[in-house]
């Protein structure tokens, strides 16, 4: 409402210069329009800068985990991998940009600021620049701390998500022991310690301005004095001199706003380090060039040779294969056989380059494995170990894992595996996703599913690992039955502990603490009355572990 006073005044301007008058609601509209258009346009743009810059971090650091030697996941637990490829790549970015365009703007306003200063009075402005490496010293040494702090918080964050990882993993071992409140209390020690780091972190920003502020306050006081003094005898015009005050005054928001964006920089620095070290400064797997040619049906291939090897973990504990030498023929099947930690993982895990020789040679084909190109090697080997990994995918999808899907041979290969009756019956059939690690299926079904994925790759050589011993009577006889036709024409090295595995092995090599104490036939083996005949006598047909 314009009161009636108004009323006159108003109408006679309006009649005086009314066109112009109207213009002026236009401008306003019109600057403010571009003005946020261009706010606009600067934060998407930034923020696509940001984005993208997060997805080739991200990509590149998971790429990284795919191909990265395998040292890696003994040092570092899949929570803290997660942690740096999900959760810090996000922090860093966005932190990162958001500090660094509040950085852009305080810092033109410094430049202009202190460009009026000089103009005003260069000699005081010298006083006022002595600020700034004191200002500098300040935000330096509590950055150090800050990214100190920061580092110690990743670390705390990662052991915090790594007991959630655990219990999720060991959800009913938890339940069925009532470690439930010894977990509780695990968590929360690191919850609280983390809470202290984040305290000492935020101690350490909040005085980063009052610092600042003293500093500045300080400058501005030595230049009021130095004025006092000048302005009894020089023509320091008290004009020029309260201008001069107030740019000075006018310095502190920025000088606060750049302290204020050193806790942020610090944090993001602290966070893409992480994400830039696992690209960096994580070795690659290292792999050689040879790659056979187009497999030639007449060629046997599949010779395996070991000579001399040594694998040893830990300098401290004996070796787990010691001067070991074997020579395998191409569609020789050898059952390794031997107490529990005799070292038969260790051996076959050494075939796909997942373990590597501290001594000796391994060689397939007649090339040290080491002069094989990494994904030529792997292609050469299925495996069928006794823990079996699914990835939480449909059936089909993890029956030609790796491999472009063919339904028709993805059926022959269920049905060769003894699962084609039971994928039947399901509504879904082979589209059925088998939940986190398949744990929708038995044991059983597990382990023929692990041997319908051996027999979809068809490679020359087969490594079974214990790849019966979890299942009942029946389980074994349907997955005995499948191995059987997956072990025609092809290398393979079974370890088992039941004899009718080992019964239609070529060749039986009996190991102990990494070597090789008999081998040959199990009727030779029988007829020697050794350490093998007195494992089977034991077992009563079964080989249990821990006998010799
Ligand atoms: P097996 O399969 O015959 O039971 P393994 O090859 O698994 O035996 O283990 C042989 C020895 O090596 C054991 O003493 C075991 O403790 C040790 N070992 C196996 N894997 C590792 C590992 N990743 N780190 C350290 N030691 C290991
Ligand atoms: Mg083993």
């Known amino acids: 409402m314009i009161p009636a006073l108004m009323q006159p005044l108003l109408d006679e301007g309006f009649q005086r210069a009314s066109f112009s008058l109207w213009l002026v609601p236009i401008v306003l509209l019109l600057l403010f329009g571009i003005r946020g258009f261009c706010g606009y346009l600067a934060e998407v743009a930034l923020a696509k800068v940001a984005n993208n810059g997060m997805l080739a971090l991200r990509r590149k650091s998971f790429d990284r985990l795919l191909d990265a030697d395998m040292a890696l996941f003994s040092r570092q637990s899949a929570s803290a991998l997660s942690n740096t490829v999900v959760y810090e790549v996000q922090t860093g970015a966005t932190q990162l940009v ?7 703007r305080d810092t033109l306003t410094l430049i202009a600021l202190v460009g009026y200063l000089i103009y005003l009075n260069w000699k005081l402005t010298l006083i006022v620049a002595l600020l700034f490496p004191s200002v500098t010293f300040v935000m330096r040494t509590l950055s150090r701390r800050l990214y100190r702090i920061a580092k110690a918080s990743q670390d705390a964050t990662d052991n915090l998500a790594y007991v959630v990882e655990e219990n999720v993993l060991a959800h009913r071992m938890v339940r069925l022991h009532a470690a439930q409140s010894a977990q509780s209390q695990r968590f929360f020690d690191l919850s609280h310690k983390l809470r202290g780091l984040t305290m000492k972190s935020i101690m350490a920003s909040a005085a980063m301005t009052p610092l600042t502020q003293m500093l500045a306050a300080a400058a501005l006081s030595g230049v009021i004095c130095i004025a006092l003094v000048q302005s009894s005898g020089s023509n320091v015009s008290v004009g020029s001199f309260v201008s001069f005050i107030t740019a000075m005054l006018m ?7 750049l302290a204020n964006v050193a806790s942020p920089i610090t944090r993001s620095m602290a966070a893409l380090e992480r994400a830039l070290d696992l690209i960096d400064a994580t070795p690659k797997e290292s792999s050689g060039g ?3 040619e187009r497999a030639d049906s007449d060629t046997p291939r599949g010779r395996i ?6 694998v040893q973990y830990q300098a401290e504990t004996a070796p787990a294969l010691d001067r070991f030498s074997l020579d395998i023929a191409p569609g020789e099947i050898v059952a390794l056989v031997g107490a529990s930690g005799s070292g038969k993982t260790t051996l076959v895990n050494l075939l796909p380059r997942f373990v590597l020789p501290n001594t000796g040679q391994v060689l397939l084909d007649g090339h040290d494995l080491a002069d094989w190109q990494l994904g ?6 299925a495996m069928v170990s006794q823990d079996v990994v699914m990835l939480n995918d449909t059936l089909a999808a993890n029956v030609c894992l ?12 269920l049905e060769a595996a003894n699962l084609a009756t039971h994928v039947r019956d399901l509504p879904l059939g082979v589209d059925t996703p088998v939940g986190h690690n398949a744990a929708q299926l038995s044991g059983g079904q597990r382990q023929r599913l692990a041997i319908a994925r051996a027999l979809y790759k068809d490679a020359p050589i087969l490594i079974l690992d214990e790849a019966t011993s979890a299942l009942d009577t029946e389980s074994e006889r349907l997955v005995q039955e499948a191995l059987q036709r997956l072990m025609v024409g092809r290398t393979t ?13 070529d060749r039986v090599v009996v190991m102990e603490r990494g070597r090789i104490v008999e081998q040959g036939s199990h009727d030779a083996l029988m007829r020697l009355n050794g350490t093998y005949a007195r494992l089977q006598y034991l077992g009563g047909g079964e080989l249990r572990e821990a006998v010799a």
């Open 305 to 310: 040779v070991l000579n001399d090897v040594t």
């Open 376 to 381: 030529a090697l792997r292609g050469q080997f």
């Open 98 to 104: 958001n500090a660094l365009l509040g950085m852009a």
């Open 251 to 257: 310095l502190l928001a920025p000088i606060k706003h």
């Open 290 to 292: 040879y790659q056979p």
């Open 493 to 505: 090295l079974v370890i088992a502990h039941r004899l009718s595995t080992i019964e239609h092995a």
């Open 402 to 413: 790796g491999m472009p899907r063919d339904d028709t041979r993805v059926w022959a290969c």
